[in-house]
Nanobody, 128 residues
Framework: QLVESGGGLVQPGGSLRLSCVVS????????IGWFRRAPGKGQEGHQG???????????IYADSVKGRFTVSEDNAKNTVYLQMNSLKSEDTAVYYC????????????????????WGQGTQVTVSS
């Protein structure tokens, strides 16, 4: 089970930190990715916006969030975070965390089709 929290309303330029608490799976065996669905749109290209690298290397970010979003994990708490800074109106979306087995390898990271476990989502609204 994956449960997201931390969403809310924030002004442009502001920050939010999302959390994804994982139960029934361990972060030693599963890598987490963050995806989003904007109002009236499908999931952003079926690509994650920020994903933990399956092999423990450099994490993966969509071009639209590079330099602004940071994904991190706390294995002791079995929780993954998404720190979002310099938020823009176009970041408004429902954000989902998802898990895939690390054994799938780096090539599968951030590819939505390879994630078999999904949370229910948390709404992020960026507006003045």
């Amino acid at each position: 089970q994956l449960v997201e929290s931390g969403g809310g309303l924030v002004q442009p330029g502001g920050s939010l930190r999302l959390s994804c608490v994982v139960s029934g799976l361990t972060l030693d065996d599963y890598a987490i990715g963050w995806f989003r669905r904007a109002p009236g749109k499908g999931q952003e290209g079926h690509q994650g916006v920020a994903c933990i690298d399956n092999m423990g290397g450099r994490d993966i970010y969509a071009d639209s969030v590079k330099g602004r979003f940071t994904v991190s994990e706390d294995n002791a708490k079995n929780t993954v975070y998404l720190q979002m800074n310099s938020l823009k109106s176009e970041d408004t979306a429902v954000y989902y965390c998802a898990a895939q087995p690390r054994k799938y390898g780096r090539g599968a990271a951030c590819q939505g089709i390879h994630y078999g476990y999904w949370g229910q989502g948390t709404q992020v609204t960026v507006s003045s």
